[in-house]
């Protein structure tokens, strides 16, 4: 295609607005698309520090109750 004008480069023959709006929807999209999956697993990262940090907290305090191993000698 060929305009003689920017003006007329940007009205697209009437259908700027339709064209221009597919554009940035492309665009918002293929962005979402890139930093969607960074963003989750930095949240899936965090999560499973969060977790593992609680889970040496509870395995530094002595547990009292807890039960035998069955596997163990304690048994005979």
């Known amino acids: 295609m060929y305009f003689d004008s920017f003006a007329e480069f940007i009205a697209m023959g009437g259908h700027g607005l339709y064209v221009w709006m ?13 930093m969607a999956p960074k963003l989750r697993r930095r949240q899936v990262l965090e999560t499973v520090a969060r977790h593992w940090r609680r889970q040496e907290l509870n395995s530094t305090k002595p547990n009292l109750e807890a039960e035998p191993l069955p596997f163990s000698d304690q048994d005979s």
């Open 22 to 34: 597919a554009y940035a929807a492309f665009l918002i999209i293929l962005c979402w698309n890139l």
